[in-house]
């Protein structure tokens, strides 16, 4: 049977089933508004209202930065109308009124600290008007988490939050630089490789210098025959290294979500989709035992960090530039065949089409095929909005995607990422999709 029949008759028996009701998430950054003087609360009321009408809106995550009354103004609506609020909290980049020292900032193989060159996201250090640079801080940097970790406490007691929602906690992504994959080998790592492995991270730092070196680098034979992206990315001698680097995040979450859990709140984790995950040491299964809910990054449409066009963009652009013997049509078939759905045959197109949205079926498949926590739930995140610059979300993407959605019985969803740009009829497009497909 094709990918696409069983699809078709996935949805086809799930819709004749019929659906319990659906937990509904979306995102708000209220630094959207800071250009308005007057009646910022009047636009909030107004945005927070027609979600809960028309979508029965369960949960907002409220993004960190932001001035605190339109903070508090969210929390005391949401309460009013029955709607869960969670502090979307930035740990390892972009944290509120927090520069990271340029010593905490991770270092790849070759010394280099924030960015890398090849395969970069042209719009880098520009997004957001800068407020949102995607600068890794490293995740064993002691003494800079403690600072960010007493940030966040008191920005976590000051308003009445019913959870957080923790966000950028990864390495560097290809979109930061490919260069950066490789990441990170400061004073800090090397020590606590040291007392986890028994092994010096500088004999590592040199493999990964000779992969560099290699003529047949990242050959078109590893490519088809890899399982997964980061199988690609990574030579199999960085192994104990993925592993450290996988349980250093995790130790981070783990320090942020036992607070939460000791003030009685819930944690949902904003992680790079299945995918994705490993290229950026995002472990689902341990990453799971600190959770209540897990929003997989499933955005086929967006060009910014996390989203798929940009990050394959970035990936592709690297191999390509890497190994000048590779052809683009077969490093696309050998990540079409990873992911299971077909890439666009150009770079071009994948930026500007996106990739179908047929993954989300695909993904949400494989994290279901993990030994998560028991009880911890996965609420697909996709794309809702409409921003010219970066994703126009039409009726028949946002069908489509409500389809996969539905076809895996996922729980919940995260309409994404921001109330603040969701035009009014794709909220009503949902209300009229959940309206026939749940109950
Ligand atoms: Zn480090």
Known sequence: MSNQTYLADTIECGIKGGWRDMWVGTQIDTTKLEHIKADRKGILEEKVSLAKQSV???????????????IDTLCELCAGMGIETYLWYPILADIPDFEIPKSAKVVNHEGRRGYGEIGRWQRLGTYASGREKFEFLCPNSEETISQIFNLYKNQLNRHDFDGVFLDRIRYPSAAMGFEMLFSCFCDNCKRMFKQQFNMDLQNLRSAVEAHFGKRDIYSIDLIKNAGSIHEILYPEVMGDFLIFKNRSVYKVVKKFSDYAKTKGKKVGLDLFSHSLAGAVSQDYELLSTACDWIKPMIYCHSTGPAGFPLELHSIIHSLLTLNRDLKLEGVAAGLSDILKVKLPETLNLLMTNGIPEELIFYEIKN?????????????????????????VITEKILGSYLDNVFAQKAKGMVMSWDLLDMPAENLDFTKRYLREHTG
Request: with cysteine.
């Open 56 to 70: 029965g809106l369960d949960a907002l995550l409220i993004w960190a930065h932001g001035d605190p009354q339109s």
């Open 367 to 391: 994290i279901n095929m993990l030994n998560l926590k028991s009880g911890v739930d996965i609420y697909p995140g996709f794309e809702v909005m409409k921003m010219d610059d970066l994703c």
